[in-house]
């Protein structure tokens, strides 16, 4: 047949009706506009590409949308739709035809190769701004418009009837072109580009204006959108080098979290009526208010995908149907209606051809998937502008906390920091999938409507099977919930008992108590694994019934079916269902969780609303100075409502960022007074009066300082001044000048994770000479040295570990550097040693600060400074004893001053006797260089060894750095299914691979068992073609039964093993979490002390809480999740090549495409996972410290400081979780298209398989049905695959610390060879000792040679690095002894068992440690004891009485490191400990430096009494404290310089120890 435009007959072209009249000649007419549109701007296309080819990136300021920018690109796609309808119905009608008729589908053909070239060319104008060519586009539309009307006036005036498809069609176009037109109209009348004088200059919108913004979701055009076509540069990019903040750049203005703090802002202060204003405004119609708009946007583009989703079983069912032999009679009609001489359809004609419905399957799919994930992007992109918003009003409120909440512990910041870190993403998850709430139940009913009308009633029961079991699911769903808090609260308190256990470590070792806290540890895991066994038990339920119920589904529709009909099902019908019910499922088993999701959400809404109506601190108006505050403004309000300070209007007063300007220069000081307090008495909530009757005055730049003994109400004075208390009466004045803001230094040290730098200057500009100045007063110079990066070091939670005094001085730097007024210092030498308080005393107080003439009020218990003094407060019981000057105390109240006396001369004589040397400051500085050196040399030698490989690497170009990001890390995945143990591996994937076999089974013999009714056999007829001939058989066969019989058989296996699967996946994860659990803490418990000081806590703590946490509970659903839809894409693949083996050839450009995708996605996602991660952690350190430190940020009136940069951290993260999401919605659009051609290639396949063997009807739905579910598999693969990718990291960090070494805690003597009283006598001898940290390192003792006799008092001193604290850890085999020994009792000590040595010896170190539980516990955790022996201890201690008043006594509660006692007396505790384990040998390194001098007296004596008989070696940093010892030792680097008695050692004038007690003589 030739081809020929209007048919081979002659009247094709006869024109004698008028030219009109033909209708051939009407379809060329047709031709024309798209000819002219292609001829015009094809030239200009290729001239703009050309010189565009040099700058290949268009820079994206000059994304600027011509009006109607979204309506025309929607407006072309529907185009480009209705011009392939045309076609179709084009070729089909054609084939009708006796001849070819070119002109039935060649115009539909260049049309949309028109309308996609005039797209293209509207982008690229669009992006180079330059409308004046937008013309060509208006002259086509006209054109086009024109020549389809005459077309359709021609059908009109013919009246072909209207149900002619092909009159719907030309009524289409024409529509389109004229609003095309239209849109073409508009962009004229609003740019004015041409027809006007003067066009319109515009300029992008200011986010694009700004190159750092990169995420362009919102500025691209609708193809970009819909695809992420904008994220190929940065995800293909992310294979060469890892993805960094920088790159993902700043949030477009509207996502910022400021912008959507105060839209909610703005909605929640709305709700507050003027007769109502108590009332708590809804947080649920705010957030209606604020963010409901793109939530109904997302609910819309949902509904829409999932109507499409229903075209699937549909076109299946009309595929198989027209394969069938029945289909294939009723589809020939012998009606033809013709017009113009050409053939014309009915639209149900076109519908009944295979191929137009393949075609049309896969653009219905395309289009599905398309609007499901756009309505996921829309959805997360609102959750995160809401979680913004939220942190944003937390911290808000955060700031304006009252103190009594957070200290009374109304408020802890335990709960601050869940409502930072879990409800604020609860919400956020919510709104993720709220769309759901309202899409699926219209989902569910669509889905039954259609089983019923494909299957009548049948359908019914199995969709009820479904409907039946979801709210068991539900149930799941809620259990799973529970246990999960359950596993959380062990979790929580495992953690709890981990972190303690590691910061005593130390103190643990030494007194061989490691193993009973090992024990408590393993106890509550044990309660943690209990839960997580039933929440695997749930989580493998809720698995299983995923999986079985389509099974059960599908069996008791047919299975009804059968009892209904007596016959099984066609294939059309059977396969639809199939589909249908593979479509119903994913509602149903969503549902549940997005209804837990919901309640959840409720709950943490609630938490959130009391969280904003609780109690605020006072209106702060009173802080500026100008009006003394009558103290009811202070009072507490029952709501947080009054203390918005009424004056302003609400709106913005967070904008308010600007900190008005520092302190201005002060004119002569006028006053005398900077703060009066009048009748105060304030109280920290509860009611009872904390201070009472408080009349006060701080003089204005005078030195105040206030005394008394501990909790008298000294710092609370402070606070109550600085407004944070409740007051109950009285007044508080602060003069003019002096409020704006206060340097405060808290007496609990308060750092930000932050360099050492930006701790100091806090915000102020940096001034270099006042810097080295404050850091002089401080002393700090020394401690800066020795941190690896000066003072660029990062310290705080997350940084170096500094010790207490340092952290102090840190703050008093803060506190000195700031140029304000006042300064407020709270104790700032509990912390130092008296060197070092008497530095800060003089450089920093009297000569820095009162140079400056600044009003300081300083709070101590070193009365010696009393006499620099200008103003004294003396406070007892908190109220006021005496205030005046020293002068007027001696003169009126002599008692007191005599009181002062004697305690001060007991100060003055430690002055005096006091070593040239710091004591703790040189040890702090000890501990800090021993942390930090050897570190040191191990990074320098890490570094070089990375420095190696990247030169390597670069030799051999990029390819290595691809391979080497893309691999699957197998040696991870090898220790977690080693650790899970080898049956439940074999187990989980034999199972697997079982359950898919009978799956497949089933549906195979459903094929098989439905094709039998149309038996059709394949004969081969005269002429060679094949012809299919329908032989039916009688209906009440026998072989119905028996198909139906293994049917039913098939399905019980089937939803057996997928319990079995489920259950096998859970429990090898489990299994393997004990295992990798257990190992780790035994590992670490016994790990050298050596360790410790190597390894940073957190790192430790962070693989028993993120990682473990993460093995425990996440890897094992991934790992579930990856099996099963791998398999399920294999073996789908697997069904479609056998069936249809055409397939295989489009099967291998799609697995390249894939593998590629996947290549791509997995290291873009892992980048982005790790911002994500690593942008959260500062965002929640950032909202506890300041919870931590409010009243510092408050008394330095840095809110607005602080607020800024919470607003920064939330938008870093933000970014990078935006990021994410949209390559997460990058992944899922292409493995959706991907899915959406094999489905196409799969129906072309069965319909095009020529020649004979073509597959029976049922076979042809099999492989369609299984094309379906690889659209919903392919991207869980790969996302799986990434997640268990970033999850196998915890076992990599894991397992990299099990290999650590243990102690060698079995020593080479049997602990029966040696006597249960040992030592008895506590005899030493110490021979020829050397010792060091590490083999690494040089030793720290070099031939050591002493002799101590039973019950000597010995004293041991030294200068800093001397060895002196290393040899009492030698005592204990702390240490590496590598040369000499240290016999005691006769018995070399390396040769014990390590926990017999450490049991029978006592240490006192020298900072404190308390553990969270009982004093019972921590006097005596082995419960040894009886009380008696613990009150002695106490008693000893100076502890009984206070002890006694406690409630519960003996089991009175010490909370988490001791912080309910305060210092002094935690060092008591640490002595009684002492006591109670009567040792012969007690060792006390340096015990009394946290203690003030009366109760150091009292303690110096009780140990020459009560050890009266026992060995004490005293390790001394004050040499007063063994001046009556029977022998001193004298250290230096680590030999012995003097040992003798120090009465003689004294006479020698030279020598090193009288020196010692010269020097401060």
């Not at 949902?302 to 299946?316: K, M, N, Q, T, V």
């Not at 269902?577 to 997005?594: G, M, Q």
């Not at 030169?951 to 650790?979: G, I, M």
């Not at 099999?1262 to 598999?1273: H, I, P």
């Amino acid at each position: 047949m030739g081809l020929s435009f209007c048919g081979e007959n002659e009247s094709g072209y006869s024109v004698d009706e008028g030219v009109l009249n033909n209708g051939c000649f009407v379809d060329a007419l047709n031709l024309v506009p798209h000819v002219f549109l292609l001829f015009i701007t094809f030239p200009i296309l290729f001239i703009g590409w050309g010189s565009q080819s040099s700058k290949v990136q268009i820079h994206h300021n000059t994304w600027l949308h011509f009006p109607g920018h979204n309506l025309r690109w929607i407006l072309t796609f529907s185009l480009l739709f209705v011009h392939v309808c045309e076609f179709a119905e084009g070729v089909v009608s054609n084939k009708m035809m006796v001849t070819n008729h070119l002109h039935l589908f060649m115009p539909a053909f260049m049309g949309f190769v028109a309308a996609t070239t005039s797209v293209v060319y509207y982008h690229n104008i669009e992006t180079s701004n330059f409308p004046k060519l937008l013309l060509v586009l208006f002259i086509y539309w006209v054109l086009a418009f024109i020549t389809k009307s005459i077309k359709l006036w021609k059908f009109a005036e013919d009246k072909v009837d209207v149900h002619q498809l092909r009159v719907c069609i030309t009524a289409l176009l024409v529509l389109l072109y004229g609003l095309l037109m239209a849109v073409e109209v508009n962009v004229i009348r609003i740019r004015k580009y041409v027809f006007f004088a003067n066009p319109q200059k515009v300029k992008p919108p200011e986010d694009l204006q700004d190159l750092g913004v990169r995420f362009l979701q919102p500025f691209v055009n609708l193809l970009s959108k819909a695809t992420y076509w904008w994220m190929n540069p940065l995800i293909m990019g992310a294979h060469k080098r890892p993805i960094e903040l920088k790159k993902i750049g700043k949030l477009p203005i509207a996502m910022r979290a400021l912008t959507n703090y105060l839209r909610l802002k703005d909605a929640y202060e709305d709700q507050r009526t003027a007769e109502n204003p108590e009332r708590a405004p809804s947080i649920w119609r705010s957030m209606y208010r604020a963010f409901g708009r793109p939530i109904l946007l997302s609910s819309t583009f949902r509904y829409l995908a999932d109507l499409l989703g229903f075209a699937g079983p549909l076109c299946i069912s009309g595929i198989v149907w027209n394969l069938t032999p029945e289909g294939d009679a009723g589809s020939t009609s012998d009606k033809k209606e013709r017009y113009f001489g050409v053939h014309h359809m009915l639209f149900t004609e076109l519908l009944q051809n295979t191929s137009v419905l393949a075609v049309l399957l896969f653009l219905a799919l395309v289009l599905q998937r398309t609007f499901l994930q756009a309505s996921y992007y829309v959805t997360i992109e609102t959750g995160i502008n809401l979680r913004g918003a939220l942190l944003a009003m937390i911290y808000n409120k955060i700031l304006r906390l009252s103190t009594s909440n957070m200290s009374m512990g109304e408020m802890t910041l335990g709960q601050i920091n869940n409502l930072v870190a879990i409800e604020t993403n609860q919400l956020m998850w919510f709104l993720f999938l709220c769309p759901n709430l309202w899409a699926m139940p219209v989902q569910i009913v669509m889905g039954v409507l259609l089983l019923y009308y494909l299957l009548g009633w049948s359908a019914l029961v199995g969709a009820s099977v479904i409907v039946l079991l979801a709210p068991v699911q539900y149930l799941i769903a809620t259990k799973l919930a529970d246990m999960q808090k359950i596993t959380l609260e062990h979790s929580t308190d495992r953690l709890k008992k981990t972190s303690e256990i590691l910061k005593g470590i130390k103190l643990l070792k030494l007194y061989a108590w490691e193993n009973i806290f090992c024990d408590s540890v393993e106890e509550t895991r044990g309660k943690e694994l209990t839960s997580l066994k039933t929440f695997a038990f749930y989580t493998s339920m809720s698995i299983f019934m995923n999986a079985a119920i389509p099974i059960a589904a599908v069996l008791a529709t047919f299975v009804m079916h059968y009892f209904l009909t007596d016959t099984g099902p066609s294939p059309a019908e059977a396969f639809a269902t199939l589909a249908l019910f593979n479509i119903l499922v994913t509602p149903l088993f969503l549902l549940s969780t997005v209804v837990r999701f919901a309640v959840k959400a409720l709950l943490s809404v609630q938490k959130l609303g009391e969280f904003l109506q609780s109690d605020e601190i006072g209106d702060d108006s009173w802080r500026n100075g100008e009006v003394s505050v009558p103290s009811e403004a202070a009072k507490k309000h029952p709501g947080g409502t009054k203390a918005i300070n009424r004056k302003q209007p609400l709106r913005y007063q967070m904008d308010n960022y600007e900190q008005p300007s520092r302190r201005q220069m002060r004119p002569s000081e006028t006053e005398d007074v900077a703060v009066k307090v009048s009748n105060g008495s304030f109280t920290w909530g509860s009611n009872l009066s904390t201070l009472s009757d408080i009349n006060i005055r701080i003089p204005t730049g005078q030195l105040t300082m206030i005394v008394g003994q501990v909790g008298c109400g000294k710092s609370s004075l402070l606070l109550a001044m600085l407004g944070e208390m409740q007051s109950i009466s009285g007044r508080i004045h602060w003069s003019n000048k002096n409020r704006y803001s206060v340097a405060y230094a808290t007496q609990k040290s308060w750092l930000l994770n932050a360099t050492v730098e930006d701790n100091i200057t806090f915000g102020s500009p940096f001034n270099k000479q006042r810097y080295k100045a404050v850091i002089d007063a401080c002393s700090l110079q020394l401690d800066i040295d020795l941190l690896p990066f000066g003072d660029q070091t990062e310290i705080g939670e997350r940084g170096i570990n500094l010790s207490g005094g340092q952290r102090q001085r840190i703050c008093v730097a803060r506190a000195l550097y700031q140029n304000t007024n006042i300064v407020f210092l709270d104790d700032p030498f509990s912390a130092l040693d008296i060197h070092l308080s008497d530095h800060l005393m003089q450089d920093g107080i009297l000569k820095f600060l009162q140079d400056d003439k600044r009003t300081v009020v300083l709070v101590t218990h070193k009365l010696q400074y009393l006499i620099h003094a200008d103003w004294i407060i003396a406070m007892k019981d908190g109220s006021v004893l005496r205030e005046g000057t020293l002068k007027d105390i001696q003169t009126h109240d002599v008692e007191l001053y005599d009181h002062w006396k004697t305690l001060m001369n007991r100060q003055d004589q430690e002055l005096e006797k006091d070593i040239e040397q710091d004591s703790q400051t040189t040890l702090e500085r000890k501990t800090l260089r021993r942390a930090f050196y050897p570190r040191e040399t191990k990074n320098q030698m890490d570094d070089e060894d990375e420095e190696e490989e990247e030169e390597e690497e670069d030799e051999d170009n990029l390819s290595t750095t691809t391979n080497r990001r893309s691999k699957v890390p197998w040696k991870d995945c090898w220790c977690y299914f080693s650790s899970g143990g080898f049956f439940m591996v074999f187990l989980m994937m034999s199972s697997k691979l079982l359950k898919h076999s009978v799956i497949m089974a089933i549906d195979y013999w459903l094929a098989i068992w439905t094709s039998e009714h149309t038996n059709q056999t394949m004969v081969v007829g005269s002429n060679g073609t094949c012809q299919v001939q329908a032989v039916n058989k009688s209906p009440a066969d026998s072989e119905d039964s028996f198909y139906l019989t293994v049917f039913i058989v098939l399905c019980a296996a089937g939803i057996a093993l997928c319990l079995i699967t489920s259950l096998s996946v859970e429990f090898l994860g489990l299994s393997a979490a004990t295992n990798l659990h257990h190992n780790l803490l035994n590992k670490i418990i016994h790990a050298p002390l050596r360790f410790f000081d190597i390894t940073p806590l957190g790192q430790i703590l962070n693989r028993f809480s993120a990682d473990t946490n993460i093995i425990d509970q996440h890897i094992p659903p991934t790992l579930e999740s990856l099996t099963r839809s791998s398999f399920l894409c294999l073996s789908a693949i697997g069904v479609i090549s056998t069936i249809t083996p055409y397939f295989i050839i489009a099967l291998v450009p799609l697995a390249v495409a894939f593998y590629f995708i996947q290549k791509y996605f997995r290291v873009a996602s892992k980048d982005l996972q790790d911002l994500d991660d690593s942008t959260q952690l500062p965002l929640l350190c950032h909202f506890s410290e300041t919870a931590e430190g409010l009243t510092t940020i408050r008394a330095f009136r840095h809110e607005a400081r602080f607020k800024q940069r919470m607003l920064e951290l939330t938008d870093t993260n933000n970014t990078a979780y935006l990021f994410l999401s949209a390559a997460n919605r990058w992944l899922e659009v292409r493995t959706d298209y991907l899915g959406a051609v094999i489905v196409l290639a799969a129906a072309g396949a069965s319909i095009w398989g020529l020649g004979c063997g073509q597959p029976t009807g049922g076979l042809v739905g099999l492989a369609l049905t299984y094309a379906l579910t690889v659209t919903n598999y392919l991207n869980w693969v790969v996302r799986n695959l990434a997640d268990l990718e970033v999850q196998m990291a915890a076992v990599k960090k894991v397992n990299s610390f099990l290999g650590t070494e243990s102690e060698n805690y079995e020593g080479s003597m049997d602990s029966s060879q040696m006597p249960e009283t040992w030592p008895e006598h506590g005899e030493i001898k110490i021979q020829d000792l050397c010792v060091r940290y590490d083999p690494m390192l040089k030793p720290v003792l070099k031939h050591v040679n002493a002799y101590i006799q039973p019950g000597q008092k010995v004293g041991i001193c030294g200068r800093t690095g001397s060895g002196k604290s290393s040899l009492s850890l030698a005592f204990f085999n702390m240490v590496d002894i590598f040369e000499g020994k240290i016999v005691i009792d006769g018995i070399d000590i390396c040769k014990l068992p390590l926990q017999t040595l450490r049991s029978r010896l006592s240490i006192i170190l020298q900072d404190p440690i308390l553990f969270s539980g009982s004093i019972r516990f921590n006097l005596d955790p082995e419960r040894t004891c009886n009380d008696e022996r613990l009150w002695e201890a106490l008693e000893i201690a100076q502890l009984k009485n206070m002890v006694k008043a406690l409630p519960g006594g003996l089991d009175a509660v010490v909370t988490e490191g001791g912080e309910n006692f305060s210092v002094g007396q935690r060092q008591l505790f640490c002595l009684a400990r002492a006591f109670v384990r009567k040792s012969s040998i007690l060792i006390m390194d340096e015990a009394t430096a946290s203690i003030d001098m009366a109760t150091e007296n009292i303690l110096q004596k009780v140990v020459m009494t009560a050890f009266a008989d026992r060995t004490v070696v005293t390790i001394a940093h004050r040499v007063h404290t063994i001046l009556t010892a029977d022998l001193v030792i004298v250290m230096k680097r680590g030999n012995i310089l003097e040992y003798d008695k120090p009465e003689t050692l004294l006479e020698q004038e030279d020598g090193m120890f009288a020196s010692f007690v010269k020097a401060d003589m």
